[in-house]
């Protein structure tokens, strides 16, 4: 019989994959996690991450693997989870535009092996990380799922708009539930190094300058990774897929006919760029040295989350506000680089 307890964290060493996974143990989930372990960012927070996860109590292994490989269809088989949460991408908006055969080969590839072994898995519900960044040059905010995103301006959300109309195909044909979640400039304890909190943090201890862009005038729509991992988990047990008025005459994006979902995972709370560094400053206690830039190719200068859809069927409902995050991130800095 299939232990419905089973479930496939890919990206599993990354950022929200190690919290979601260890959220999922704690809970008495038998997790299984996928993670290539590349070397985009310092391979060592990633084995850090991974080390706890293996020293949390409860039931946690971990493949070191490529879901771009096509032997990936043959070991999910072999895994036969009954839910999958597919986190392992390649992120960053600026790394895509310089190397978008990359992104095609973790992001679109990697992806299609998933949807080819769950036609055969009797998966249970597909949840994977999209992106804000699909809303491209939409200034109508807040964002919504149920306006068009035809328009990115990378490479990066050109992917992830990729993985949600391939999720659609699929279940469609296929009958694979499935549910992407566009996921709004993420932070927290164990963030990745190439992002604003973690390498603003860095330079301002080290006292070098922080590259602002669009001099200073950004507002980001934060989201601590605590709530994040909420709306995720709230997706993955989320099985009631029926949408009795959608109308193809007047599709909505955001659901179908078919076993499909999109949601927004966002704060709902924006955020001027220039507060977010004031409260770095604040709890580091140290004044940052500012230089500042134009907007950088593929950069929007705001987004802001409608969070209705998830909130009226999900139950999501975001708690943390910059002021903790940031001082939870800064602790969490401090302690794991002894500074």
Do not use: C
Not at 42 to 63: H, M, Q
């Amino acid at each position: 019989m299939k232990d419905s307890k089973k479930i496939l964290v890919t990206g599993g060493a990354g950022f929200i994959g190690f919290h979601l996974s260890k959220r999922l143990i704690k809970e008495g989930y038998e997790v299984i996690g996928l993670d290539s372990i590349n070397n985009y960012y310092d391979t060592n927070l990633k084995k850090a991450r991974l080390k706890i996860l293996n020293e949390t109590k409860g039931s946690y292994n971990f493949v070191k693997h490529d879901i771009s490989r096509t032997s990936t269809i043959d070991l999910l088989k072999e895994i036969n989870p009954s839910f999958i949460v597919n986190l392992a991408a390649n992120a960053g908006v600026r790394y895509s535009i310089q190397n978008p055969r990359i992104y095609v080969k973790n992001n679109i590839y990697g992806f299609l092996n998933i949807l080819e072994a769950a036609k055969e898995i009797n998966l249970e519900n597909l949840v994977y990380a999209s992106t804000s960044s699909v809303y491209g040059a939409n200034t109508d905010y807040p964002f919504s799922e149920k306006k068009g995103v035809d328009h990115p301006l990378q490479f990066y959300a050109v992917t992830k708009r990729t993985n949600e109309l391939m999720a659609h195909s699929y279940a469609s044909l296929f009958n694979i539930k499935s549910t992407g979640l566009r996921f709004f400039t993420v932070y927290g304890p164990w963030g990745r190094p190439d992002m604003a909190l973690f390498l603003f943090t860095k330079n301002i201890l080290k006292n070098k300058p922080i590259k602002i862009f669009n001099n200073g005038d950004h507002l980001r729509d934060f989201t601590y990774v605590d709530d994040i991992v909420d709306g995720i988990h709230r997706a993955i047990f989320n099985l009631n897929y029926e949408d009795k008025n959608w109308d193809s005459k007047k599709p909505d994006p955001s659901s179908s006919y078919a076993p499909f979902r999109i949601f927004n995972i966002g704060a709902s709370d924006p955020v001027q760029l220039m507060d977010y560094v004031k409260e770095i400053e604040n709890n580091l206690g140290i004044e940052a040295i500012k230089e500042f830039h134009p907007l950088q190719p593929g950069d929007v200068k705001a987004t802001t989350a409608d969070i209705t859809n998830i909130q009226t069927q999900l139950g999501y409902a975001p708690s943390t506000n910059i002021k903790t995050g940031v001082k939870n991130f800064v602790e969490w800095y401090r302690e794991y680089y002894q500074v």
